[in-house]
């Protein structure tokens, strides 16, 4: 089967028809473990019967309004996800890279409100912080917050200007990365595209604090982390940094496509009408779905259960002893670790697996020689045992 798609990294030979739990199933009836979720997105898994039925049902009544106008399930979720977040405002929007464009307009804004001279915004508090191997999306403003040289092709300067990048996990850093141009400190909790780099906490809370002594805010960038991707509902509660800003996505309304930005505190109070829109943001049927994640979520034991399946899958692999690995490192089911070749044809493999009644394996990538695991949050044990013992004889190959 053939299309006409834009290319974009090289979609990998195989055409998906279906899915159920943690196994996708491809049009020739080959069945696969899914260890990457759609990059995060399906964090309850393929057809699952409250995610279905509520989209369905959903989109029998109205799928779309517009922001112009409220839904009752639009309110319904705005209300259940900033009482679940603590936050104090919620703008929906349509992906994660849209969620961070949000959120650098509010924190330049705030820069702006805080920068006054006789009563008027003089504009040069505008500087972001941000971190080296950090990603933050594709459009020309998210690229050129992310901190990795790779991402920054000249074909698509010039780039927004506006974004210094200081090493994560380094206090000499922090000594003369705030000055006063900086209006926000912007981080991911874990460095997902990066190459799942972890946070440490304390030098964490050490850059909120020298961001906010010197007038700024702080984003956290929780479109891949958040919604229980890491084993508590947002990433940042871990690290205890209590961001003024919080981009979401991927997970939020179980694989229909959204994103959202909230906000607290002086970023709350900044925004008026016209700051924010987008046409799709919100709509009814993304907002149903998203409800029904909320719930699942907070059924007890769902996210102490997502720390154990993650920590099993650390510990199953260090139990290999495998020379070909290393560094292995991640927090609930967000993790990866590095290979000694290439991890794209290592990926590539673990497909070509499927046949002869057996199963393949879908993993991903974060570098060159990394590879990423972001399995849906209901993953078995069973399905966590098969797909580790695939990739277990593709690496003993």
Not at 270 to 293: E, H, K, M, R, Y
Not at 365 to 380: H, Y
Request: glycine share 12%.
């Amino acid at each position: 089967m053939s299309g006409k798609i834009a290319n974009n990294l090289g979609s990998l030979p195989v055409v998906f028809e279906s899915g159920n739990g943690s196994v996708l199933t491809d049009i020739n009836g080959k069945t696969y473990i899914d260890f990457v979720s759609g990059i995060g997105v399906n964090c309850l898994g393929h057809n699952h019967p409250a995610l279905t039925k509520a989209i369905a049902e959903q989109a029998k009544k109205i799928i779309h309004v517009s922001n112009y106008y409220n839904s009752d399930k639009g309110l319904a979720f705005s209300e259940k996800l900033l009482e679940r977040t603590g936050m104090d405002r919620v703008y929906f929007c349509n992906s994660g890279a849209e969620a961070n464009e949000n959120a650098i307009k509010i924190a330049r804004k705030c820069g702006s409100l805080s920068d006054k001279k006789d009563g008027k915004a003089e504009g040069t508090r505008h500087t972001i912080v941000a971190l080296v191997k950090s990603f933050h999306g594709r459009t020309v403003t998210t690229l050129s917050a992310t901190g990795q040289d790779i991402f920054h092709n000249p074909v698509f300067a010039p780039y927004t200007p506006g974004f210094r990048y200081i090493p994560a996990n380094d206090y000499d850093a922090l000594k003369d990365a705030f000055d006063g141009t900086v209006c926000a400190l912007l981080l991911e909790c874990v460095q997902g595209e990066g190459g799942v780099n972890m946070i440490d906490r304390d030098w964490a809370l050490a850059a909120c604090a020298a961001a906010r002594k010197a007038g700024a805010v702080v984003i956290a960038d929780e479109v891949q982390t958040g919604i229980g991707r890491t084993g508590t509902f947002l990433a940042s509660e871990a690290l205890g940094i209590n961001p003024e800003i919080i981009s979401l996505a991927k997970g939020i309304a179980g694989g229909v496509p959204m994103g959202a930005t909230l906000f607290r505190g002086v970023a709350a109070e900044s925004i008026v009408a016209g700051d924010l829109q987008t046409t799709f943001g919100g709509n009814p049927l993304a907002c149903a779905a998203g409800l029904v994640v909320l719930d699942e979520l907070a059924k007890p034991g769902f996210l102490s259960a997502v720390t154990e399946k993650g920590d099993y899958i650390r510990s199953k692999i260090a139990s290999w002893n495998l020379p070909c690995i290393k560094n292995i490192r991640g927090r609930g089911l967000m993790m990866g670790f590095d290979i000694d070749r290439p991890s794209r044809d290592i990926q590539k493999i673990c497909l070509d697996m499927a046949g002869d009644g057996k199963p393949g394996l879908c993993i991903s990538t974060a570098g060159a020689n990394t590879l990423r695991f972001l399995p849906p949050l209901v993953i078995t044990e069973k399905e966590i045992d098969t797909g580790l013992e695939i990739l277990y004889t593709v690496l003993n190959q």
